[in-house]
């Protein structure tokens, strides 16, 4: 059946989440970070004890946004009127009068910051377990790298976890990197649900590699590569990409000769229906001995980024034009459409249950 | 009780007023000039004689705007076929052919050249009295001087209204010129109605001077500063804003000793829901003997208001992406809720009264 | 009556009709060109033997504009998956599968490159005959050279269909060129139907020659000119303009002493409600020997498209801000009026036949 609303238009999102919102470093102290977060503006700021802290991005009194006001210790001010909020978001001080409205209160988010990036959970405050955030353990590991890339992209968040779920268009949108045509003509694919989401594992044996992989990896033969996407519901991925001497083991689990493998780490944080806060980061272990062969490693993964983002803009694009288009599946769709079944359910949920999508504040028992 | 749809979307404009339309050196002989008021397209230009003329900027034939056209004489040409207007808006010429329908004719404001402003009356011809226009004398008085901009801004006009009349921000968006913490903690603010808007009387007494107040009023003490807002309905203000050495009576009605003061007028036309025409002049009779001292003082003034402008649209972008977001008065909001009030007044009178309005023409006894 | 709805908002378009398309020089072998007609994306190709091919632009998929994809011989593939398409329409490859879905197939349209236009059949394809292409062959007959242009203009074609329906304008907006104050004051018109369309034949006798005539056509004394302007409905224009030494005959069908002319093409190609595909070319026989008096003309003639450009944006952005005022018309609007209608007749044709409009594929019986 097709897929229609590819778009999303008029979607809720899934609330009960972690986010991926700011990289830590974006996150300076002393100054707040405004965002736009499940079209909610958001403020992050460090506390004095750089712990993040999470707020609506709205003053109570006039509606200027606090992005654009003053850190005070452990509170925000806002800079038109000087309204200072705590990290609870209760109104602490309001200059010129003693007594503070009981209703003069913005919204409070859990933030926390973990591997590299700065998390907020969005929904019910009462259920935000940090043990539940997705673990990228790369980004902070010794002798681990990465490049990495914050961009704000003008498609809807569900377009990118498409392309993440379906790794054969490597062959057409990267063929001069990290494609070869064989990604698409001959894997072998296996889509399985798991706790949280939904793994894709693609297994292209006895392949010549393709450029990326050739240089880095020092192949002069072929090679088995594999491509394993895990999807974490609503909103991040882990994707493995690596290779082994062709007939090697890799793929009955051996570690396989020469192998070789980096690791990439996605936030897709959605800010509109049809705009994107997408974190990026490709980590890896190899290369700590050669920041020359690093350079160019990291240049041709910010090529690639740069064509996928190409696609979600003109699919986006072209989906507002003709939002009720039928759409065609093909085989290599069925991790898309799982991972696309898992969020409808997951917003079903929390339609049918709304106290737990954070519409209101939890009190703990 | 909060104030909603703060932007007022979808709201009328009062139309019986004197609108600033130009400066008079925007407003050059022989070139027309467009603009937008109250989300009609209004043309200016100068006749002959260098009076000022206001018509609507469409010409009735294929609505080209005539403001791209060119003046002839006392007339107006469209740059298109030719069409001629007086200033009365009727149509006086048709290349091509004698007779000219009665229908041709576009709609003919009141214009003013006054107080160095170009005046515009929105609303029934019949009632537009140059009495009533705000005075700015010091804009031409011999002695004083300005430093003035026009802008464009991406904001109801309201929202500028309320910051005019609420001068406690000062403390936070002006914290390195004219502003000081006292103005938001320590201030005494008297608000009355007056004859036709309202007046905001602060008082700030025994503080030290802000920056600019040193600098320019040359203190070396505690001062008693004043800023007395004194809004005309609908759209224009005068603001005094001033100082006296701290103690020595300015604040009971007396000169007081080294007082330094200089007064701010405020043209405030309504462009469409979400933009205004903004006119703004900082007038002064001090420094006439020292160009490079009042050059400094105009830098510190041009920075104050573009500090201004970004609150503006940082307060409209917001009630934009939350137009239903409830809001908390604070004490100092009176004078700007007032000035509110006399304005939904205004429009509802001119709703019951449409005539007044100038959706027709008057027709004088 | 007034003329309502000028722009033409939510206006169908006449679909069965050839629309220009591109320049020949603008679809380069191998090259993939996208661009929008009558609202709906469109991809442009060279098939291997050259012939343009033009296809919906959109992969059935998901979405994704074929215009990002690349050629293959006669085949097109979509950058992001690598599905093909035949010239027709037809998938006829999916990477990993064997099975092609019947469904899988995007929209065809006929396409035709002549006289230096490419041009695209909009409706229903059973109905497409190149025969009823607008001819120019000036475009491409020896001896002959032409300055062009082609832009994305931001209104609705009809205003420039009026435009050129019109050649009044020539007095006000192109006066330092091409026109002259009697174009408007002194003409004499004729206005006829056609077979396809509408003819206005303008004569102006016994007048000094605009500054562009009197420059190239090289006169010292008046002349009689003429400006004949045929409308193909729906969307392309044939004007002549030219001189001949005044009472010499040329209006009464003689040849005329001294003629000068020039030929102007004109594809209006819709994009949407408020946006144009204009091509345009001037195209004559004079000054082969000459290259700089040539260049010279060439860049008059580009002035004279850039201020008309200037009056269409112009009118569209009034109309969108007073789409409901009422319009006057004056004695020279008899052809833009009878091309309004004549328009207005085809699509309530096609409206009461949709069949005929391309909703559906023809079946030749």
Same mark, same amino acid.
């Given at each position: 059946?097709p ?21 830590p ?8 970070? @405004?965002?736009? /977060?499940?079209?909610?503006?958001v403020v992050?700021?460090?506390?004095? +004890? @750089?712990?993040?802290?999470a707020?609506e ?8 946004? &606090?992005?654009l006001?003053?850190?005070?210790g452990?509170f925000i ?5 000087? &309204? ?5 978001? =209760?109104?602490?001080?309001?200059? @010129?009068?003693? $007594?503070?409205?009981?209703? =003069?209160?913005?919204?409070s988010?859990p ?10 959970? /969005? ?33 809807n968040?569900?377009?990118?976890? +498409?392309?993440?779920?379906? &790794? ?15 990604? =698409? ?28 992989? $050739?240089?880095? @990896?020092r ?21 493995r ?6 007939g090697?083991?890799a ?17 897709v ?10 974190f990026?980061?490709?980590?890896? +272990? ?5 920041a020359? =062969? ?5 240049r ?13 803009? $003109?699919?986006?694009? /072209?989906?507002? &034009?003709k939002?009720?288009?039928p759409?065609? +599946?093909?085989?290599y ?8 079944r ?10 049918s249950?709304?106290?737990s ?9």
């Amino acid at each position: 059946m097709p897929v229609r609303n590819l778009n999303g238009a008029g979607a809720q999102f899934v609330r009960n989440a972690w986010y991926a919102a700011a990289w830590p470093d974006e996150l300076v102290a002393g100054k707040p970070l @405004g965002c736009t /977060m499940l079209s909610e503006p958001v403020v992050l700021y460090r506390r004095a +004890d @750089g712990i993040p802290a999470a707020l609506e991005d709205r003053c109570v009194h006039r509606s200027m946004p &606090l992005s654009l006001g003053r850190v005070r210790g452990d509170f925000i001010e806002c800079g038109y009127h000087g &309204l200072q909020y705590d990290c609870t978001g =209760a109104c602490v001080r309001i200059p @010129g009068q003693q $007594a503070i409205p009981r209703m =003069a209160r913005v919204r409070s988010y859990p933030a926390v910051e973990q591997d590299g990036f700065v998390w907020v959970w /969005m929904g019910d405050t009462g259920c935000a377990d940090p043990a539940k955030i997705t673990r990228f353990p790369w980004m902070t590991r010794p002798g681990w790298q990465h490049t990495k890339l914050h961009a704000r992209i003008a498609c809807n968040y569900q377009l990118i976890v +498409d392309n993440l779920l379906d &790794l054969s268009h490597l062959a057409f949108v990267h063929s001069t990197t990290v494609g070869s045509i064989e990604l =698409a003509d001959a894997a072998i694919v296996k889509t399985e649900r798991t706790q949280d989401g939904v793994r894709t594992s693609r297994w292209t044996l006895d392949v010549p590699p393709a450029r990326t992989y $050739a240089q880095f @990896g020092r192949y002069e033969c072929n090679v088995d590569r594999w491509q394993l996407s895990d999807f974490h519901a609503p909103c991040t991925l882990v994707i493995r990409n690596g290779s082994a001497k062709a007939g090697t083991g890799a793929s009955e689990g051996r570690s396989g000769e020469q192998a070789w493998e980096f690791i990439v780490c996605h936030g897709v944080t959605p800010e509109t229906d049809r705009t994107t806060s997408y974190f990026w980061a490709v980590t890896h +272990d190899f290369g700590a001995d050669d920041a020359e =062969a690093t350079a160019e490693f990291h240049r041709q993964c910010q090529q690639v980024i740069g064509e996928d983002i190409a696609v979600f803009t $003109a699919q986006q694009r /072209m989906l507002d &034009l003709k939002p009720d288009a039928p759409l065609i +599946d093909i085989r290599y769709d069925q991790g898309p459409k799982e991972a696309r079944r898992i969020v409808a359910r997951l917003l079903a949920d929390e339609r049918s249950d709304p106290a737990s999508a954070g519409e209101k504040h939890h009190v703990p028992a």
